[in-house]
């Protein structure tokens, strides 16, 4: 089992940054593909970033990957979600989870993750 605490949402205002971790305990996350979605008011969740277990492959939903980093600190258990120039359109719960691979395997559908957080609100105001 893993468990997964997400932390680093808050109200932030248009234009600012946050930085989201992810702390994983029960098992090392070097085993793990991670990722984050996201999930806004009465919407489903979506792909937000994913990073395979060496962090040597990150990809990214398109209208993202200028302003979002995903990084990992295997040593640490943890992973990153750098978000920078935020929009209220980025207003969500932001969830962190986990899928076994140790390749580089990795992916965007929620259905392949075995393992999720409870989330961390992020309020963008305009």
């Known amino acids: 089992q893993v468990q997964l605490v997400e932390s680093g949402g808050g109200l932030v205002q248009a234009g600012d940054s946050l930085r989201l971790s992810c702390a994983a305990s029960?098992?090392?996350?070097?085993?793990?593909?991670m990722a984050w979605f996201r999930q806004a008011p009465g919407q489903e969740r979506e792909f937000v970033a994913r990073?395979?277990?060496?962090?040597?492959?990150?990809y990214y939903t398109d209208s993202l990957k200028d302003r979002f980093t995903i990084s990992r600190d295997n040593a640490k258990n943890t992973v990153y979600l750098q978000m920078n120039s935020l929009k209220p359109e980025d207003t969500a719960v932001y969830y962190c989870?986990?899928?076994?691979?140790?390749?580089?395997?990795?992916?965007?559908?929620?259905?392949?993750?075995?393992?999720w957080g409870q989330g961390t609100h992020v309020t963008v105001s305009s």
């Open positions: 990073i395979s277990w060496s962090g040597g492959n990150t």
């Open positions: 029960g098992r090392t996350i070097s085993n793990y593909c």
């Open positions: 989870a986990a899928a076994a691979s140790r390749s580089t395997i990795c992916w965007s559908e929620v259905k392949r993750y075995d393992y």
